[in-house]
């Protein structure tokens, strides 16, 4: 009997609260826990950009053949403009190579079993405090996790000094974790100054950066989220990026992400993409075309592209709009403590300062559900909800 002896896992942090909220029969209650965006409606609507595409898939697919370990080949070139822009010296010079995989997690768990397998690096920095899952993914791969300092909390804004104390510590070739941009869960970037001197310290200490890449346009836009990326990328000479289409393109179960490796030359980046393929097809053997071909039928036409964009906007545009109304009505509810700072993160999420209890008396009290650590999804308020949400908060503090 090998079984009798397992023991029960506990609930995931993120996706437990979600379990435990569509177990609550109140009718007003609020789900602020996974970062899943929600129109005014309170729904996750699909994209028309991605309905088109699919429409024109259901006349143009001709096989469900299997895809190469690297996935739809047209999708992997259009992953590299997003990232890179389209003319940038890692793409021109063919230092950059692109696998499709499943979602940014499934890309992260590929990053990671390569650089254990294929690679001497053990050991990955993460930023205190980082996306729930990023520990449990490296540990599982095999790889050791230690945090730098990111955020301060007295002043809600990012530590910079002591980020850069702690990667000076990190011993030579070892990963940092980069948040491509809307940081998760404090909402708080780095600016244009800022990703110069962490790649200038990746370049001095020999360090290698991972950049988790899941917000692409949820910034301030599609192209100006990747400035942080592309700063890195032309300054050091090696470096990965696992990215995800779930939030960007609200394809969130389709799993569809990717992980591109940057290798100081074209020989190296053959080599290290080849064993980024034999890691795949230990995995999974080769990856699920339709979301792949979703997004590449998207980017490779002007109209659907641009249709895109515009979807892209108005979420960004959504949120920006809840975040001022969420400080807004804190205040008329007679909340005297400072949140403007919440009008200034980025992204889907924010970092409110509320501590456990006050986050347990939102859920038991008001069936109002955040992470533990007070993140809240602010791509989940809408005008409906955002009274419920700010008496609550209003009566815990
Ligand atoms: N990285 C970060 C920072 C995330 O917030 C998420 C999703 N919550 C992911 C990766 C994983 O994305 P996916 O759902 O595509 O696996």
């Given at each position: 009997?090998?079984?009798?002896?397992?023991?029960?896992?506990?609930?995931?942090?993120?996706?437990?609260?979600?379990?435990?909220?569509?177990?609550?029969?109140?009718?007003?209650?609020?789900?602020?826990?996974?970062?899943?965006?929600?129109?005014?409606?309170?729904?996750?609507?699909?994209?028309?950009?991605?309905?088109?595409?699919?429409?024109?898939?259901?006349?143009?697919?001709?096989?469900?053949?299997?895809?190469?370990?690297?996935?739809?080949?047209?999708?992997?070139?259009?992953?590299?403009?997003?990232?890179?822009?389209?003319?940038?010296?890692?793409?021109?010079?063919?230092?950059?190579?692109?696998?499709?995989?499943?979602?940014?997690?499934?890309?992260?768990?590929?990053?990671?079993?390569?650089?254990?397998?294929?690679?001497?690096?053990?050991?990955?920095?993460?930023?205190?405090?980082?996306?729930?899952?990023?520990?449990?993914?490296?540990?599982?791969?095999?790889?050791?996790?230690?945090?730098?300092?990111?955020?301060?909390?007295?002043?809600?804004?990012?530590?910079?000094?002591?980020?850069?104390?702690?990667?000076?510590?990190?011993?030579?070739?070892?990963?940092?974790?980069?948040?491509?941009?809307?940081?998760?869960?404090?909402?708080?970037?780095?600016?244009?100054?800022?990703?110069?001197?962490?790649?200038?310290?990746?370049?001095?200490?020999?360090?290698?950066?991972?950049?988790?890449?899941?917000?692409?346009?949820?910034?301030?836009?599609?192209?100006a989220d990747a400035e942080?990326?592309?700063?890195?990328?032309?300054?050091?000479?090696?470096?990965?990026?696992?990215?995800?289409?779930?939030?960007?393109?609200?394809?969130?179960?389709?799993?569809?992400?990717?992980?591109?490796?940057?290798?100081?030359?074209?020989?190296?980046?053959?080599?290290?993409?080849?064993?980024?393929?034999?890691?795949?097809?230990?995995?999974?053997?080769?990856?699920?075309?339709?979301?792949?071909?979703?997004?590449?039928?998207?980017?490779?036409?002007?109209?659907?592209?641009?249709?895109?964009?515009?979807?892209?906007?108005?979420?960004?545009?959504?949120?920006?709009?809840?975040?001022?109304?969420?400080?807004?009505?804190?205040?008329?509810?007679?909340?005297?403590?400072?949140f403007d700072f919440i009008?200034?993160?980025?992204?889907?999420?924010?970092?409110?300062?509320?501590?456990?209890?006050?986050?347990?008396?939102?859920?038991?009290?008001?069936?109002?559900?955040?992470?533990?650590?007070?993140?809240?999804?602010?791509?989940?308020?809408?005008?409906?909800?955002?009274?419920?949400?700010?008496?609550?908060?209003?009566?815990?503090?």
């Open positions: 009997m090998i079984f009798s002896k397992v023991e029960l896992a506990p609930a995931d942090p993120i996706l437990g609260l979600t379990d435990a909220f569509k177990a609550d029969p109140r009718q007003d209650k609020v789900n602020l826990g996974v970062g899943i965006y929600k129109d005014e409606s309170g729904k996750t609507p699909i994209l028309k950009a991605v309905k088109l595409a699919e429409e024109k898939l259901l006349t143009s697919e001709k096989s469900k053949s299997y895809l190469g370990m690297e996935g739809v080949q047209a999708y992997n070139r259009a992953v590299q403009t997003l990232l890179f822009g389209s003319d940038h010296t890692v793409v021109n010079q063919s230092r950059a190579l692109t696998a499709q995989a499943p979602g940014g997690t499934g890309s992260l768990r590929v990053a990671a079993e390569f650089l254990v397998r294929h690679t001497q690096a053990d050991t990955i920095w993460v930023s205190n405090p980082t996306w729930a899952n990023h520990q449990n993914i490296f540990q599982s791969a095999g790889l050791k996790v230690q945090s730098y300092a990111y955020y301060k909390a007295e002043t809600h804004s990012l530590d910079f000094d002591a980020m850069l104390a702690d990667l000076n510590a990190a011993k030579e070739g070892d990963l940092v974790l980069l948040h491509g941009c809307c940081h998760n869960p404090t909402g708080i970037d780095l600016n244009e100054a800022q990703w110069l001197q962490v790649a200038q310290l990746c370049v001095s200490k020999s360090l290698v950066p991972l950049f988790d890449f899941a917000y692409q346009g949820f910034g301030a836009g599609v192209e942080g990326l592309r700063i890195v990328a032309d300054t050091v000479p090696e470096l990965i990026i696992a990215n995800s289409f779930s939030k960007n393109f609200g394809l969130y179960n389709e799993r569809i992400g990717a992980v591109t490796v940057v290798a100081a030359n074209d020989v190296e980046a053959v080599n290290a993409f080849s064993q980024i393929k034999s890691t795949i097809r230990a995995s999974y053997s080769n990856p699920p075309a339709h979301g792949a071909l979703i997004v590449s039928t998207i980017l490779e036409d002007e109209a659907l592209k641009s249709m895109w964009e515009a979807e892209l906007t108005q979420m960004r545009e959504r949120i920006a709009e809840m975040r001022s109304l969420f400080v807004r009505s804190l205040k008329d509810n007679g909340v005297t403590r400072d009008s200034h993160q980025n992204g889907m999420f924010s970092f409110s300062g509320l501590d456990k209890a006050q986050v347990s008396r939102l859920k038991e009290e008001f069936g109002v559900y955040i992470v533990g650590s007070g993140r809240i999804s602010v791509a989940g308020m809408t005008k409906t909800n955002m009274p419920v949400i700010c008496k609550a908060i209003a009566t815990v503090l």
